[in-house]
């Protein structure tokens, strides 16, 4: 059983941040009868779906029905930039819902406060059902005044200093950490490290290609397509077998993982 699956129901973006990796693959949004391959194959593997590797799910133009539709099933997780939120205000089938604020940007064409607004009434309405995170970075463009609006609505206190997890309210947090820089294979690595991947999580992305992490954007380290093939044939691949047996003995077989400050000197 893996603690979480991340699934990748579109690579497409509204957004062009400056710390985003940025889309390098075809434009891809899955389909329903795609959506439905991947939650039966992954039957009995996990009981968490996360909606994040790369692209907006709630650009998804069906994201409320593949919501419903994995729900009777799995806990739905979904991580999204806060813009489109609207799109998603009515559905009580959302486990968690992850905000990254540090998305926000003027170029986009809408005020801080009204950006915050429409968030703010969205959570009111699902923070009853629905766990609900609100993520920044401490170098975050325009983060005191997203801290004052935060602490006015709640009623609350958030110090930039403290990373972490602070309780808003009720079903309410905000996680402030510092940026993380994504894996690039143009850079040298290290060889030593342990990485949860494969034992707890793997992603898959659009287009059905089944990757180590949610870090693997490009689908560098591809594993197999479980749009093509069943989940126990993937995970009995040499690629596969031998990333798991190499992170137990604390190496890095893959230059992704070698370029990764994911990474940790811990073992199995």
């Known amino acids: 059983m893996y603690k979480k699956v991340y699934v990748e129901i579109t690579n497409a973006c509204n957004l062009t941040c400056d710390f985003c990796i940025q889309n390098q693959r075809p434009i891809h949004y899955m ?25 907006e799910p709630c650009l998804h ?9 994995a729900s009777k099933e799995y806990k739905i997780n979904i991580t999204t930039n806060g813009y489109l939120i609207r799109k998603i205000e009515n559905n009580k089938n959302i486990r968690q819902l992850n905000i990254s604020l540090h998305s926000y940007h003027e170029r986009y064409g809408k005020t801080l406060e009204n950006y915050m607004k429409d968030i703010l009434e969205v959570v009111d ?26 602490e006015n609505h709640y009623n609350a206190q958030i110090s930039v200093e403290n990373l972490g997890n602070t309780t808003l309210a009720h079903n309410i947090f905000v996680n402030i950490s510092n940026p993380f820089i994504w894996p690039d294979l143009d850079r040298t690595g290290e060889h030593t490290g342990f990485c949860h991947a494969l034992k707890d999580h793997i992603g898959i992305l659009s287009d059905g290609t089944v990757v180590p992490c949610c870090l693997d ?14 989940l126990q044939s993937i995970q009995t691949s040499n690629r596969y077998s031998n990333l798991i047996k190499n992170f137990k003995d604390g190496k890095r077989s893959e230059k992704l993982c070698q370029n990764c400050n994911f990474m940790t000197k811990n073992t199995f």
């Open 217 to 230: 954007s490009k689908g560098s380290i591809n594993l197999g397509n479980i749009f093509q093939t069943d």
């Open 61 to 69: 133009p069906k994201i409320n029905q593949l919501i419903d539709i």
């Open 31 to 55: 389909t329903i009868e795609e959506f439905q391959t991947v939650l039966s194959k992954l039957e009995g593997h996990t009981k968490y779906l996360y909606f994040h590797v790369l692209g």
């Open 125 to 150: 309405k699902l923070s009853p059902t629905t766990y609900i995170c609100f993520r920044f970075w401490q170098s975050t463009k325009n983060v005191q005044k997203m801290i004052q609006i935060l």
